[in-house]
């Protein structure tokens, strides 16, 4: 496994993990990036760096980032925000891996593309559903601020520093099982 591999395979999973946070928002990143050639995707996934395609995530993304602002459609939005987030995290991780048979890839897209991406969007919306049931919603904006603050630094790291948007993703999953799983012990 080459170098440009690892780092193809640190940057799918540190972008589904942004995905996880928010959808549209590391994708619209991605294709920036293959836009402005920063990063080189996979011969099947180039349209992502077409004007169209930036133009449409990067509307996408606005639409998305105002939506999770208003209550209860932020809630409304997480029902299927974990099926589009699984989905989404897979599709980056298949558009940035190199050099991989097909099967491997798509292997890696699935387990670890779309699980973390899965994980990630399963603890946030349920701390957006704690936080509607605690506060009626007022705390509703404090928790989409917090996860689009994480998306942009979860993609920018990815993109930029990928071995050390794995580390985070790696102990990012670490501190939702742990949490989880104190949580679970903690109700009778």
Known sequence: MTVETIMSICLGIGLAASVGFRVFLPLFALSLVA????????????????????????????????????????????????????????????????????????????????????AISGASSSARFTSTVSTAGFGNPLV??????????????????????????LLLLIFIYKFFRKFKSSTP
Do not use: K, Q, R
């Open 144 to 169: 989409s601020i917090f996860e689009t603050g994480c998306s942009i630094i979860m993609a920018l790291i990815s993109i930029f520093l990928p071995l050390l948007g794995g580390v985070f993703v």
């Open 35 to 118: 836009y402005f050639d920063v990063w080189h995707l996979n011969e099947s996934w180039e349209w992502l760096g077409s004007t169209a395609a930036l133009i449409t995530l990067g509307v996408a993304t606005i639409v998305e980032i105002i939506a999770y602002f208003i209550p209860y459609i932020d809630n409304l939005l997480d029902t299927i925000a974990v099926p589009l987030a699984t989905l989404g995290g897979t599709l980056v991780m298949l558009s940035t891996v190199s050099e991989l048979s097909p099967l491997v890839t798509w292997a890696l897209a699935i387990i670890a593309g779309g699980g973390t991406a899965a």
